[in-house]
């Protein structure tokens, strides 16, 4: 059985830090694109940031570049969201997902939830003003 699994979300001040982790069961990753994404109440739910597992590429929304990394760790078949100097507005329920054939290059102006296959429930990231 396919599982993502994400964990690390919590309440944090302005300017703070948090680390992510998505755990994946059931697949490797090595093959996929791991996506962030993060949804509000009564908004779409957004990609954050995204990695493509099998060279190495990244994806950033603008919003969060140079404040947000997204790294892998193959071994533990884990995929990390590290978020320094976090916003009030960064506050989300922030998920992981997994999908096969997706080009990230760097310059993309979005990415797409529709184009994800897997999905984890979510994990609270709260950032207080």
């Known amino acids: 059985e396919v599982q993502l699994v994400e964990s690390g979300g919590g309440l944090v001040s302005t300017g703070g830090s948090l680390r992510l982790s998505c755990a994946a069961s059931?697949?490797?990753?090595?093959?996929?694109?791991i996506g962030w994404f993060r949804q509000v109440p009564g908004k779409e739910r957004e990609a954050v940031s995204c990695i493509d597992m099998t060279d190495g590429t990244t994806y950033y929304k603008d919003t969060v570049k140079g404040r947000f990394t997204i790294y892998r760790d193959s071994a533990k078949n884990t995929v990390y969201l590290q978020m320094f100097s976090l916003k009030p507005e960064d506050t989300a329920i922030y998920y992981c997902a997994a999908g096969y054939d997706i080009v990230i290059v760097p310059t993309r102006a979005a990415v797409e939830p529709l184009e994800f296959d897997y999905w984890g429930q979510g994990t609270q990231v709260t950032v207080s003003s």
């Open positions: 059931g697949f490797t990753l090595d093959r996929v694109t």
